[in-house]
Each structure stands twice: as C-alpha cells, then as structure tokens.
C-alpha cells in the first residue's frame, strides 16, 4: 500500500514532462527534463549526457523518432552524422555508427518526405544523404562553392550556415554568409538537388539564418521569408514566388535586429517563425543590454543578459513590426527554439553553458518570463524539444 501511495503521489505531482535535448562544443548530448508540478512549479533536471564520437557538436535535427547530431570538428578534414535515439526514461543512445561528411557542417534538414537529408557545411558546401528507415545514411550529392565573396573579413569564403526546406518543400535555401546569397536548390520526386540561381543579398551583410511563413489559400496564398543577418545584424522579409524551377524573393523591409543602432560586437544568431506563423523571433549575442536575476542563485547579484526580439509579421504585405526586447537568461543565445505549440522557448547559452525555458504568451507573441534553467558543461550549440 505504501508503495502504491508513493507511486500515485509521483503521478499527481508531476503532471507533464517534456524532454529537451542540448548539444555543446564541449562534445557532448544532454537530455534534460522539463516537468510540471501540480502546483505549478517547473523543473529543469539532467536525464543522460553522452559523449560525441567526434568533436565539436554543432545542430540537433529530429525526424521521425531520430534524432541527427551534426558534428562541426573545427581542425578535422571532416565533419561527420550520427543518428541518436532517445527512449522512455529520457537517455540518449547512438543507433548507428557516425558518417563522416565535409567539413564544417552547421545545420540539417530532413526532405523528400523524411527520406533524405540536407546539410549546410560552413566550409563551403552543402551536401545530402538518402535515409533509411533503420536511421542509416547513404552519401547522395554534394556541392561545392568558390564564392563569391562578402566585403568583410569574415566572409573569406563561402559560409553556408543554414539548410530551409520552403513550405512547398519543392526547394531547399541556403543563407551563405560568407557570399552574401541565398543559395536555392530543387528538389525532384526522387530527393534529387538541382542548384538554381541564387539570390543575392546586401554586401556585408552576412546572412545566416531564416524562416517561412504562409497567408491565405489558394489564388490568395502567399509565401514569405524572413532573414537575420549576422554581420550587419538585420532582420529582413521577402515576398516569396515561384519562376521557371527557382524562388524569386523580393524585398519588403529591413530592421536593426535590436530595433536600435547596433553596439559593436554585436553578432545576431537565430531566426525562427512561430508555430502559427504570425511571429518571427530572433536572438543577438555580444550585446548585454539587459539584467536579470541569477537563475544558479536567485539570490545572489543579477546578471547580465543578451537578447530575444519578437516581431510581428503583417499577414498581407509580409513586413515585420518590432514588439518586443526581452532577455535571453545570459550571454551568447546562439539558438533557441520553441515547443510545439509555442507556449515556452528554449534556449541554448553558448556564453553562460545553461539552458534556461521561457514562458511564451501564443496570443500577444511575446517571451514571458524564465521557468526554469539548468546549466550544462561548455559552449552550447543547438536545443530541441522532443515531441
């Protein structure tokens, strides 16, 4: 009986849980707990950390039940993929063995229908694999780019930095930040990549990452895309059209990313589009404009922190509407993502090593306030909710 008790006395008390995963430059794959009492307190607890064969993990991808790491391996000639899974009790494990790939890769995307992958490789390329249902990887393509090349000094070669599959999911697009373009690739019905021509961006720039949306249906549908830009730090939307096998982007506005003059050093980083897609939400790292309690000792002297922007986008003409500055728990928000019905984000601090969770009202867009947070060893990379 007194077991019984204590079991249903669990249940009651933690009413919901969801898993995030991490990953860090560190080399290692945490997954972490986000529980709901019932008296509604939230937690953010460590459930397995595992070890990356290979070095620098750089983007946490989930298709189907798997989850693909992608590996940077700064010195190496090579990057690699390892597919992961992650069972009931929340632990990681590798289903197969790593792949190696070009070096640099940055960021996966699963198309065809979860049958093939595409990768974003900072060094210069992009490549794709067929994907099987065991989660095994076959080399398909892979491409190579020369330039051309941005102003700055960081654009000394081409930098692919982000794979998007278009809501058609007819295209893949590619920021390159190196070349200031938007790389534009089609897809066949057998997961074939054919490169199309590509959009050019503003000189110096330095385009990174970018989202979708879609309004209306039929005759009156109409597709959009947002992009932040890491050098120049912007934020820009596109009317989005189709012509002759390619996407034809038109340019319709163009932010500071912190609705300000920008501070030197600053370096915006993520751009995602909210599930219902009337809100885009960005992240800017090197800028400390705002100060927060400290989520190790909420008693001890606040801290500096980064920021979040939400933007509202305008479901006729497509532009973005400033809304909101809200803090991102610390320093170096690199990526964040939200949970599946937009209701709290996630967010990875490169700078702080933690991962902190934030309310998120769906109706206004905006970030409320921090529920939970839970440090993690080295630079994080990427964070993903798994659902």
Not at 176 to 201: A, C, K, Y
Not at 224 to 230: A, G, M, N, T
Not at 368 to 377: D, I, L, T
Request: with cysteine; proline share 6%.
């Amino acid at each position: 009986m007194t077991l019984l008790v204590l079991i249903l006395t669990l249940f009651f008390t933690m009413i919901s849980a969801v898993n995030i995963i991490v990953s860090s430059y560190a080399g290692q794959i945490t997954s972490l707990s986000l529980r709901q009492k019932e008296d509604g307190e939230q937690t953010l607890t460590k459930l397995s950390v595992i070890n990356s064969p290979t070095p620098q993990p750089s983007w946490l991808e989930k298709s189907g039940e798997t989850i693909f790491l992608a590996n940077e391996n700064f010195a190496g000639p090579n990057g690699s993929l390892l597919p992961l899974k992650i069972n009931e009790t929340g632990e990681l494990f590798a289903t197969q063995q790593f792949m190696n790939t070009p070096a640099g890769p940055v960021s996966i995307v699963a198309f065809n229908q979860g049958k093939a992958l595409a990768v974003a490789h900072y060094a210069s390329a992009v490549s794709s694999y067929a994907l099987s249902s065991d989660g095994s990887l076959k080399p398909l393509q892979t491409f190579f780019f020369q330039g051309p090349l941005g102003p700055h000094p960081q654009q000394e070669s081409s930098h692919p930095h982000q794979v998007i599959l278009d809501p058609s999911e007819k295209f893949i697009v590619v920021p390159d930040l190196g070349s200031d373009l938007i790389r534009v690739f089609s897809i066949d019905d057998s997961g074939h990549l054919t490169e199309q021509r590509p959009f050019s961006v503003t000189p110096g720039s330095g385009p990174r990452h970018g989202g979708f949306s879609q309004t209306g249906q039929g005759t009156e549908q109409k597709t959009f895309f947002f992009l932040v830009s890491e050098i120049a730090n912007t934020v820009a939307s596109y009317a989005v059209s189709s012509a002759d096998g390619s996407l034809n982007f038109t340019l319709i506005s163009t932010s500071d990313v912190l609705n300000q003059a920008s501070p030197p050093g600053l370096a915006s980083a993520e751009l995602i589009v909210s599930p219902d897609m009337r809100f885009v939400h960005t992240s800017a790292r090197n800028a400390t404009l705002l100060s927060i309690p400290n989520p190790s000792a909420p008693n001890a002297t606040a801290i500096l922190s980064d920021t979040l922007q939400s933007w509202k986008i305008d479901q006729n003409t497509g532009s973005l509407t400033f809304q909101q500055l809200a803090p991102a728990g610390g320093r170096g928000p690199r990526h964040f993502s939200l949970n599946r019905d937009g209701t709290k984000a996630a967010v990875a601090l490169n700078g702080d090593g933690r991962v902190v969770v934030y309310e998120r009202n769906v109706e206004s867009g905006d970030f409320g306030k921090m529920v939970a947070s839970a440090n993690v060893e080295g630079e994080l990379s990427c964070v993903i909710w798994d659902e």
